[in-house]
């Protein structure tokens, strides 16, 4: 009788360990979140097409020179910008880039609330993006003064950070040595989100631009 | 007898289960990682006396006007750069800033291994410490042609990533809005550090560099 008693209480205690081995595992699963996208994009960006990035699903053929269906460095800052589904808050030095104007005004019309903070001097670069944003409605402030606004980063719905060296101008995409921070690590994310809107309130008052208002300083010594 | 059994068998059935969760737990503390650096550093910087970050122990009493014992960015910054034991890799458009330079001669004359890769026009801005650098002896490379090696990087002891958009100059530090990511992430650290090996053997010609040799071009669309 007694043999068996002990035989039952190993046998209990085994179940009992097995059990709850299997209850802190499942545990676990559910506790650890999914890893955090880190990604670091090398710049200059391969030469590729990209008007797939922007219709996907469209049956037109581009005919541009650049190779289709590659994926590059630019693809995957252009495809990770589109993925913005409520909000994009951009602050950047110098905008002159047309695909990334583009990325921007498809999000705007799409619906995603998209602000826009630059620097002063250089809204009036060559090709400067930023009247076609304001023309579109986008809600553009600009940072005023002796120092450069010198930031190029966006967060994507207050969840991705994408920032760098680069600026979001032709010659840094396609020309310089650049590198470009994609990441959804909350101890990089908010600090970002917490500049983003204390320069957002320094700059309320309403700045109007008009093209050809100033010429960017020589940017000798940035 | 049974009663005292089943008491016994539940008793160790007890005592299984919170020895089993005591050991999953002390697992899980051990196959944890320690929590990974990342850290946000936003310019510019508040001013503060950085003589203690040189000189932690000696009795020298700096005179300067700047706040004594305050952190500030650029403190933590220099922390940062002067934490090297082994190795720094730094990969900079513009380096000008003395306490910088400062800091990266320290290193080298402590033994640290420093390779220092920077752009060819910018080497001669006016203050440019790649000239001091390169006459204590440190490796320099630059980058020369059309475009910039406009990357702002660097990688301490092949662990610790800082990168961002500001240069190593005055105006950056103490004047404009800027931001350093500083990071152990693996997945951040690794593309910077390929990216610097790559660039370290793209300009491994000898180019010599003197004073005055070539003036920057104007910065307007970087």
């Given amino acids: 009788m007694s043999v068996m008693w002990t035989v ?43 008007e797939r990035i922007f219709n996907p699903s469209s049956s037109y053929t581009c005919l541009c020179p650049f190779p289709h269906g590659v994926e590059s460095s630019f693809s995957r800052l252009l495809r990770y910008i589109l993925s913005a589904s409520s909000s994009l808050d951009l602050c950047v030095f110098a905008f002159s880039n047309m695909d990334l104007g583009r990325a921007v005004l498809a999000l705007h019309s799409r619906g995603v609330t998209v602000r826009v903070l630059t620097d002063k001097d250089y809204a009036a670069i060559p090709g400067s993006q930023i009247g076609a944003l304001r023309k579109a409605g986008i809600c553009v402030r600009c940072s005023a003064g002796s120092v450069y606004m010198h930031h190029k980063f966006a967060v994507v719905d207050g969840q991705l950070l994408i920032t760098g060296s680069l600026n979001w101008t032709l010659a840094a995409v396609q020309g310089n040595m650049e590198n470009v921070v994609v990441t959804e690590e909350p101890d990089l994310l908010r600090p970002f989100i917490k500049e983003f809107h204390r320069l957002w309130l320094c700059n309320d008052r309403a700045q109007n631009y008009r093209s050809g208002d100033q010429k960017p300083a020589h940017h000798q010594n940035p």
């Fill in 8 to 50: 039952k209480a190993v046998g209990l205690g085994v179940v009992a360990l097995s059990l709850s081995v299997e209850l802190l595992g499942w545990l676990q699963r559910r506790l650890r979140p999914g890893k955090t996208l880190n990604e670091v994009l090398i710049f200059p960006s391969e030469l590729a097409c990209v």
